[in-house]
């Protein structure tokens, strides 16, 4: 009978098969030719102690036993062409999620996409890195795909509450993703695999009578007696439908403006906001292994820290080793930073937000704009950046123990954000009382991590698109807005997700929803 053991091995045992099942053999008091097959099941890395072990979950099969493996497979999906429509604003995870879960129910989902597809957003992050260019409608943030995208491909949650985790990667996985987002604790596609499987579930989408609209956006919804009738889009085209999925992310600044100009009932959202921090990698792996050279066995290290400064949260978000930095500013006039790596990891820089929890009596001098007082008070950041670096892509920048010293550096190295840098004192982008905090964190972490606090690493500013500036109310039991019937507020730009797994589920969540209703 196969047995499932938890164990703790070296980082050259947890990669070698052969020396994996000598282990075992020895640990259960066999010979290792009476082991078949060895399943890994779960796998995680505890870097608590110096020396760095692996913490694995296993299933052995001996000779003779037949290996039950289970084959991940797509749903049966229907042909829903001529079946009810229902339009889907966005193709994030959220939406692509949602669409998928629609046509499980028979139903035929519509996505408008103010993007390109994912090979034509290419050109334009290419005009954004070389040419200092930036398209409103297609860039880091918008587009097939979404924000992450481009963006990393993180699939880590810690919302364990809100839905099937193991649902949304076993579906990533039957479209193209890597078995190993099954058994690693903290799963990663990447940004250069990420691309090939968003266009696979969109070809799936259209295959079963979906459709998906690239380069449509929306400026209006059509509402008769508070509920939704349609939408119509930025080239004068009107498509009619009494159920809309409002997926658009955390960066659609003109959305929220719509739904507060037809008073629409939205509310500011607290959020997080800071800079992007650089290491080397090998400086973080020294760090977090405490070693020297990592070796070929262990990844390049991640690090997670948090602490209470001046009553407030600062922490890390969003952390990328062996990655780059990447501009994603969404509108002309801005700076806007993020971080992402490839599949395999393996650039020679580390970073991560490192943000400050904000509260909404923070947004009080942008007071007068009501509901958007947060994202004005984000974008007022982004600007003033964006003029402090030159007017161009560049980013304000300046070395770490020189920012908690108010000293402007005197040159910047060389770092993996493309379109350059330029000295600035970072207090001159942010309120004093968020520079304050900023500067003391940075000698708290240093504490805790040390090491990290050094001039070797750079920061970046701003990172101010952490989650969404503004919530969009929706009834807890029918996920409609609170006020228009019809409209489904949903994933991170609606407030209810934070990354590319929570919004799945979300837009799952709705087109189930959805299902309810249109099957009654």
Known sequence: MPRELLLQVSPEIASNENLLKDYLAKEIKVSPKEIQHIFILKRSID?????????????????????????????????????????????????????????????????????????????????????????????????????GTYSDGKLYTRSKKRGDVTRILELFVAYGASPDILVDAHPHIGTNKLPQIIQDIREKIIEMGGKVLFETRLTDIIIKNNEVQGIVTKNGDTILANKIILATGHSARDIFELLDRKQIFIEAKAFALGVRAEHPQSLIDSIQYSCDYRGQHLPPSPYSIVKQVGGRGMYSFCMCPGGVIAPCATSPGEVVTNGWSPSKRDQATANSGIVVELKLEDFKPFAKFGALAGMEFQKSIEQKAWQLAGKTQKVPAQKMVDFTQNKVSSNIPKTSYVPGTTSVEMGQVFPGFLTQILREGFVEFGKSMRGFLTNEAVLHAPESRTSSPVRIPRDAETLEHVQIKGLYPCGEGAGYAGGIISAAIDGEKCALKIGEVLGE
């Open 47 to 147: 870097a608590r102690q110096k020396a760095v072990k692996f913490n694995l979950k296993v299933t052995i099969y001996f000779v003779g036993e037949p290996i039950q493996e289970t084959k991940i497979e797509l749903p049966e999906y229907k042909n829903v062409e001529n079946s009810q429509e229902v339009i889907i604003v966005g193709a994030g995870p959220a939406g692509l999620f949602a669409a998928l879960q629609l046509i499980e129910l028979g139903l035929k989902p519509i996505i408008i996409e103010r993007g390109k597809n994912v090979k034509g957003r290419r050109r334009d992050l290419k005009a954004i890195n070389r040419d200092h260019i930036v398209d409103e409608d297609s860039n880091y943030c918008f587009g097939e795909g979404g924000a």
